[in-house]
């Protein structure tokens, strides 16, 4: 009995465990995902497609790999002479779209895994949590449906969708029309095609945190690094990129805009290192604020196009101290990478609105900070862990102290049951009498009655 008794506690904690770390901002400010829902662990693929798709309030709890690989189909497409899938390590182009000029060569019959072109698809009102940095989806992506909003995808890794195929699938997609989503501490890796791509309609969105790792073997510049990096060329795009970790990658990474649409963009403090290729492209139309980011080993940190556009800004100077109170930031280009080039036309900055992200840092300690913290496995390290009580054993667990002023814990108090501490907790570390907040792990703690049955039985051992 106290064996089950034990068992249902660490499910309990498995369970409650997981919720969203910090509070979404930038363009993404608002997603409360699926809010206070319980949380529920798909225990397969299918039920992870089931419960992503509505646009019911869910926490879905990632806490292994969602692997869509194996089933294999055969189409149609090209390869590229000067840079070859079959004999230089380039990718192949599934179907007709890429296939004109000269430089293309017809193949009859391409491979491919089949689950990468028919992406997830994601409705409103979810937060989508990789727990412990084993949320892993595997061969298919996210797509987050026309007019869905509300949505916080946290601490996930994508991978292994058709890498050595051109429009073999997309890692996240936003079909239009989507508000308050929040894409943070997540990882992309070896994808056919991009990476992040928002189009249509257009999307209002935050990336921060995340990890886009173009290493590869089939590139489509032959080159190592992947090139389909993120393009956002929806209408009215709103997004905010900060703290994101690009490498080795080589093109639009990011691609802003195209001729004709307006869009907004706010890029501080991303790092972009090892590239052999190009940063920033941007269209006219764009309305980009480039700050605080730090460029290593970069080719072109932008390209001559984005150059050109007198709204593409890389130098604001006094502009944002109207907006931020703040000036603009510096950027920061070491002597291995090319020129940042940009317009002058910062009128625009006053139209970004109170969307800064919260605590910009110099550029100079960009690059420290976000290897430190970007991606699934960091997710909590830019955020001091809640205290928590430690024992040697559980029925001489003490409460866990208060949280002080200023130490970044929400006040008030956790119910009975309610998580009261672990890495990366930023909720209530007190809780209600006659409750005392016990560690269970280092990722968690746990609000138990003092007389609950369930601390009886942790008692004895």
């Known amino acids: ?93 599934l179907g007709d779209l890429s296939c004109g000029g000269s430089d293309m060569t017809r193949v009859s019959s391409i491979t491919y895994d089949a689950a990468g072109i028919t992406p997830l698809k994601v409705g ?141 963009f706010h890029a501080v403090n991303n790092l972009f290192e090892e590239m052999k290729g190009h940063a920033f492209d941007a269209y006219t139309g764009v309305r980009a604020l480039v700050e605080g980011n730090a460029f290593v080993a970069v080719n072109q940190p932008s390209t001559e196009h984005a150059a050109g556009i007198n709204t593409f800004v890389s130098k604001g100077g006094n502009a944002c101290s109207s907006v931020f109170g703040r000036a603009c930031l510096e950027n920061s280009v070491d002597s291995s990478s090319g020129k940042l080039s940009s317009g002058y036309s910062s009128g625009f900055i006053a139209q970004l609105g109170k969307i800064d992200v919260p605590k910009p840092i110099e550029a100079s300690k960009v690059a420290a900070y976000v290897k430190a913290n970007a991606g699934p496995a960091n997710l909590g390290a830019s955020s001091s862990p809640a205290p928590a009580a430690t024992a040697t054993t559980a029925a001489a667990a003490t409460p866990a102290p208060a949280a002080p002023i200023g130490s970044g814990f929400a006040a008030g108090t956790a119910k009975l049951y309610a998580q009261c501490g672990g890495q990366g907790f930023n909720g209530p570390a007190r809780c209600e009498a006659p409750a005392t907040c016990v560690k269970m792990n280092e990722w968690y703690s746990q609000c138990i009655n003092s007389s609950s049955k369930f601390r009886r039985a942790l008692g004895h051992y």
């Open 124 to 264: 409103s009102n979810k937060s989508i949590l990789g727990v412990g940095g084993k949320g892993v989806i595997k061969g298919k992506g996210l797509s987050i449906a026309k007019g869905a909003s509300n949505v916080i995808i946290q601490g996930v890794e994508f991978t292994t969708i058709n890498p050595g195929i051109v429009w073999g699938g997309d890692a996240l997609d936003m079909q239009g029309g989507n508000t308050k989503i929040w894409v943070d501490h997540c990882k992309f890796s070896l994808v056919g095609r991009m990476f992040v791509v928002s189009h249509y309609d257009g999307a209002e969105a935050t990336l921060s945190n995340n990890e886009f790792d173009g290493v590869t073997d089939t590139s489509a510049t032959c080159n190592g690094n992947h090139y389909w990096t993120m393009m956002m060329i929806g209408k009215t795009d709103k997004f905010t990129l900060d703290k994101n970790y690009f490498h080795h990658v080589s093109g639009r990474a990011p691609k802003l805009g195209q001729d004709g649409v307006n869009s907004y």
């Open 1 to 93: 009995m106290r064996f089950e008794i034990i068992a249902l506690l660490a499910v309990a904690a498995t369970t409650s465990a997981q919720s969203v770390v910090g509070t979404a901002y930038g363009y993404g400010a608002g997603a409360t995902g699926g809010g206070d829902a319980a949380p529920v662990t798909p225990a397969s693929n299918e039920e992870l497609e089931q419960y992503l798709a509505d646009d019911t309030k869910r926490v879905i709890l990632l806490n292994r790999e969602f692997d869509f690989t194996g089933k294999t189909a055969s189409g149609a497409g090209c390869d590229k002479t000067t840079c070859s899938a079959n004999s230089g390590g380039g990718q192949y182009y």
